[in-house]
Structures are given as structure tokens and as C-alpha cells.
């Protein structure tokens, strides 16, 4: 399957695509509620019923290409691995990587590729409902609970978070250590904030890492762990769009939609999103 497959010409689907798509059909460490293997193809299924224009520009201009989805059967290492090769193989070629998956424990493989490529400091941008701040969760580092403690302890990536409802004491204490920059949900759908700004000091390359449970679970409830009270669909593409602003995108993901059988309206808002993002690093340029 290819995204956006009935809407791409000839030319906008070739190895020169600005947007690279890679599926990754990843459920290791899932905790909760399961499905998130059938993600990736559901999400791109879904994106052959979108329209080319988004906010009156057409982001698939830029060319998307579809690569070959990432074995997932292999152990949870060599799966990681080979995302991190095709990422950083994407970023090499100046292209932008689209990680969809999949559980967010993914992120790390796709941000490690990213960071080689550029050899520059990296800075994520995450919308999540879960901070994914352990050190480890259930036995596992390389879990969706941990994904973002190895990247900003261990490898040193700048964090700002947004629209976080659901954390335990030691993420509390990890994102005080760490300067981890956040605004949670509460704050933000309560005080009806669409506009933020990262400090000049956080890094210029940003990879943006989109986990769909940082939606409110009434309008997203397709995902493994949905928490109530999330952000709202163009509150958060503002909060990105915002984010972003003045910096480059040198790589994205959409994580963690489960789809539910009979509901393809929660692949298709999945698709979507993943549509706009791609519009949000177009018009920013």
C-alpha cells in the first residue's frame, strides 16, 4: 500500500519525494490495550481517501514516496536497528523520514537515524498523553514507557513536551533534571492555548514524534492506553505548527493508533494528521 496513493502523480512518488513514509508495524512492550501492529497499513489504507489541498496548499507537491514497511518480527533490537538505518539513510539524501507506527518505543530507532544523518543537536517536539519518561517499564528500557528517558539521558535530545495527563513521580522528577520543556493538558485545554514558543536555546533540527493518544480519547480512542481530557485536533497541529516555528523539521512519526474494527474513522483522523503534518513543514519553510 501507498500513502495517498489515489491523489500522487507519477512524479510525486519517486525516490526524490521530499516526504520518505516508513511503516512500522511494532508491538513488543504494549501494556494495555493491543492492535498497535496493524497501525501503519490501516493509517495508509485510510490516507487513499484524502485530498491533495490542506489549508490551501498541496504538502504531496513535495513528493511522498512509500518505502517498505520495517520487519517487525525479528527481535525488538534488530527491528530498532534497521529503522535507525533507514532513517538515517532518509536524512542522508536530504529527505524528511515519516516513521508511522506501531508503539512509540520506535521513536528512539527513528530520532537515532535522524541524529546520525545531520551530526547536529536534535530537538523533539512531542505530543503524547504519557510522558514515556521511565527508566525502564515492565522489564523493558527499550519500552513505549521509556522511549523518551533513553533519548534526552542518554543521548543528550532537548524535550518539550505537550499535552501530558498521565505520569508517575520519577518522569516528574526525570523532567526537572533534564529541563524538559512542558506545557500539560490541563493547562493547555483549559486555558484554551494554541500558541507556544521554545526558548532560543532549543536546537534548530527538531523531529516532531506525534503519539495519538495526546488527543482528547473522544475524538481518538483508537490507541492502547487513551487517557481523557486531551488536546483537540487543530489545538494541537497548533501547538506543532507553533512549536516549530523559526526551526527545521528533519523528521516526524504517528504512533500508537490501534485501529478498531468497523471505526475506519479513527484511521482516516490518523491519516489525516499525518497529511497536515507534512502541510505544517511545508509552510514553515
Given at each position: 500500500?501507498?500513502?495517498?496513493?489515489?491523489?500522487?502523480?507519477?512524479?510525486?512518488?519517486?525516490?526524490?519525494?521530499?516526504?520518505?513514509?516508513?511503516?512500522?508495524?511494532?508491538?513488543?512492550?504494549?501494556?494495555?490495550?493491543?492492535?498497535?501492529?496493524?497501525?501503519?497499513?490501516?493509517?495508509?489504507?485510510?490516507?487513499?481517501?484524502?485530498?491533495?489541498?490542506?489549508?490551501?496548499?498541496?504538502?504531496?507537491?513535495?513528493?511522498?514516496?512509500?518505502?517498505?514497511?520495517?520487519?517487525?518480527?525479528?527481535?525488538?533490537?534488530?527491528?530498532?536497528?534497521?529503522?535507525?538505518?533507514?532513517?538515517?539513510?532518509?536524512?542522508?539524501?536530504?529527505?524528511?523520514?515519516?516513521?508511522?507506527?506501531?508503539?512509540?518505543?520506535?521513536?528512539?530507532?527513528?530520532?537515532?537515524?535522524?541524529?546520525?544523518?545531520?551530526?547536529?543537536?536534535?530537538?523533539?517536539?512531542?505530543?503524547?498523553?504519557?510522558?514515556?519518561?521511565?527508566?525502564?517499564?515492565?522489564?523493558?528500557?527499550?519500552?513505549?514507557?521509556?522511549?523518551?528517558?533513553?533519548?534526552?539521558?542518554?543521548?543528550?535530545?532537548?524535550?518539550?513536551?505537550?499535552?501530558?495527563?498521565?505520569?508517575?513521580?520519577?518522569?516528574?522528577?526525570?523532567?526537572?533534571?533534564?529541563?524538559?520543556?512542558?506545557?500539560?493538558?490541563?493547562?493547555?485545554?483549559?486555558?484554551?492555548?494554541?500558541?507556544?514558543?521554545?526558548?532560543?536555546?532549543?536546537?534548530?533540527?527538531?523531529?516532531?514524534?506525534?503519539?495519538?493518544?495526546?488527543?482528547?480519547?473522544?475524538?481518538?480512542?483508537?490507541?492502547?492506553?487513551?487517557?481523557?481530557?486531551?488536546?483537540?485536533?487543530?489545538?494541537?497541529?497548533?501547538?506543532?505548527?507553533?512549536?516549530?516555528?523559526?526551526?527545521?523539521?528533519?523528521?516526524?512519526?504517528?504512533?500508537?493508533?490501534?485501529?478498531?474494527?468497523?471505526w475506519d474513522v479513527w484511521n482516516f483522523t490518523a491519516a489525516q494528521l499525518t497529511y497536515a503534518l507534512m502541510g505544517i513543514v511545508q509552510q514553515n519553510d
Open positions: 500500500m501507498i500513502f495517498l496513493d489515489s491523489e500522487l502523480t507519477q512524479s510525486e512518488r519517486g525516490p526524490e519525494a521530499r516526504f520518505q513514509i516508513v511503516p512500522m508495524p511494532l508491538e513488543k512492550t504494549v501494556s494495555y490495550g493491543s492492535g498497535t501492529a496493524d497501525g501503519p497499513a490501516a493509517l495508509i489504507e485510510a490516507s487513499d481517501q484524502l485530498e491533495r489541498l490542506w489549508r490551501g496548499i498541496e504538502p504531496c507537491a513535495a513528493g511522498i514516496t512509500t518505502t517498505p514497511a520495517i520487519d517487525c518480527s525479528v527481535p525488538l533490537e534488530y527491528a530498532l536497528d534497521s529503522l535507525a538505518a533507514r532513517t538515517e539513510s532518509i536524512a542522508r539524501a536530504g529527505h524528511i523520514p515519516v516513521t508511522l507506527g506501531g508503539e512509540h518505543s520506535l521513536t528512539w530507532a527513528a530520532v537515532i537515524g535522524v541524529k546520525r544523518a545531520i551530526d547536529r543537536p536534535i530537538g523533539i517536539i512531542q505530543i503524547d498523553a504519557h510522558a514515556d519518561l521511565r527508566r525502564a517499564y515492565q522489564g523493558f528500557r527499550h519500552s513505549h514507557a521509556s522511549v523518551m528517558q533513553l533519548l534526552v539521558e542518554e543521548e543528550g535530545v532537548a524535550l518539550a513536551q505537550y499535552g501530558v495527563r498521565a505520569l508517575c513521580q520519577e518522569e516528574a522528577d526525570i523532567r526537572t533534571q533534564n529541563n524538559v520543556i512542558f506545557i500539560d493538558a490541563e493547562e493547555l485545554v483549559t486555558g484554551n492555548i494554541h500558541d507556544v514558543t521554545l526558548p532560543d536555546d532549543f536546537p534548530q533540527d527538531v523531529y516532531i514524534s506525534f503519539d495519538v493518544d495526546g488527543l482528547d480519547a473522544a475524538i481518538m480512542p483508537a490507541t492502547g492506553t487513551p487517557v481523557p481530557g486531551g488536546l483537540g485536533y487543530y489545538q494541537s497541529l497548533a501547538l506543532v505548527r507553533s512549536a516549530l516555528r523559526g526551526r527545521r523539521c528533519v523528521g516526524l512519526d504517528v504512533v500508537e493508533l490501534a485501529p478498531i474494527a468497523g
